[in-house]
């Protein structure tokens, strides 16, 4: 009975979790001829028919945020990628401790500001955290949804934070 019950505490904090993550906007910088050069998948939405079909974010969700703001972002071509991934590990330690989620350990990632290899830095440790986390799709979804928050809120402007896609086609339509 008591893994059963620790268990609906992890969907209990991952519903709370997107709940957070939820009430941020996305509205980023686009520079058209930087997202030609960017990676395939990251385009300009200029209307709800830019939209595929809503699924759960993944670690391949967060690195398309990574790849298209390093790629779109105003200083894209200069910004230091630490501050992203150090806003995306910030936000989902925040959000687990703020919930009482037992943070599996980790060791401290190790940025050098290199792109590359600061991404698989942050993947092993990202997936470090998901694998001591019960392995519920809502879990998993609401960890990407927080490192994308908090890429978007390392970047402390104004005009870019984070939108779930559920709340993208509204938006959008408007």
Same mark, same amino acid.
């Given at each position: $009975?008591?893994?059963?019950?620790?268990?609906?505490?992890?969907?209990?904090v991952?519903? $709370?979790?997107?709940?957070? %993550?939820?009430?941020?906007?996305?509205?980023?910088?686009?520079?058209?001829?930087?997202?030609?050069?960017?990676?395939?998948?990251?385009?300009?939405?200029?209307?709800?028919?830019?939209?595929?079909?809503?699924?759960?974010? &993944?670690?391949?969700?967060? *690195?398309?945020?990574?790849?298209c703001?390093?790629?779109?972002?105003?200083?894209?071509?200069?910004?230091?990628?630490?501050? #992203?991934?150090?806003? %995306?590990?910030?936000?989902?330690?925040?959000?687990?401790?703020?919930?009482?989620?037992? #943070?599996?350990?980790?060791?401290?990632?190790?940025?050098?500001?290199?792109?590359?290899?600061?991404?698989?830095?942050?993947?092993? &440790?990202? *997936?470090?955290?998901?694998?001591?986390?019960?392995?519920?799709?809502?879990?998993?979804?609401?960890?990407?949804?927080?490192?994308?928050?908090? $890429?978007?809120?390392?970047?402390?402007?104004?005009?870019?934070?984070?939108?779930?896609?559920?709340?993208?086609?509204?938006?959008?339509?408007?």
């Open positions: $009975m008591a893994r059963s019950s620790g268990i609906w505490r992890y969907v209990l991952a519903t $709370m979790l997107i709940a957070v %993550a939820s009430t941020v906007a996305i509205a980023g910088y686009t520079n058209a001829g930087a997202a030609a050069q960017g990676p395939a998948r990251c385009k300009a939405l200029n209307g709800p028919k830019d939209l595929k079909a809503a699924g759960t974010a &993944t670690i391949d969700t967060v *690195e398309q945020g990574y790849q703001i390093l790629a779109n972002y105003v200083t894209g071509k200069t910004l230091d990628d630490r501050i #992203l991934l150090q806003g %995306a590990y910030s936000s989902i330690v925040n959000n687990l401790n703020q919930f009482g989620a037992a #943070l599996p350990k980790t060791e401290p990632m190790k940025l050098t500001g290199n792109r590359t290899t600061d991404w698989l830095e942050f993947k092993r &440790t990202f *997936e470090t955290i998901n694998n001591g986390l019960p392995h519920i799709g809502l879990v998993q979804g609401a960890l990407a949804e927080l490192s994308l928050l908090g $890429m978007g809120s390392a970047l402390k402007d104004d005009h870019t934070s984070y939108l779930p896609a559920q709340f993208i086609k509204p938006a959008l339509a408007q």
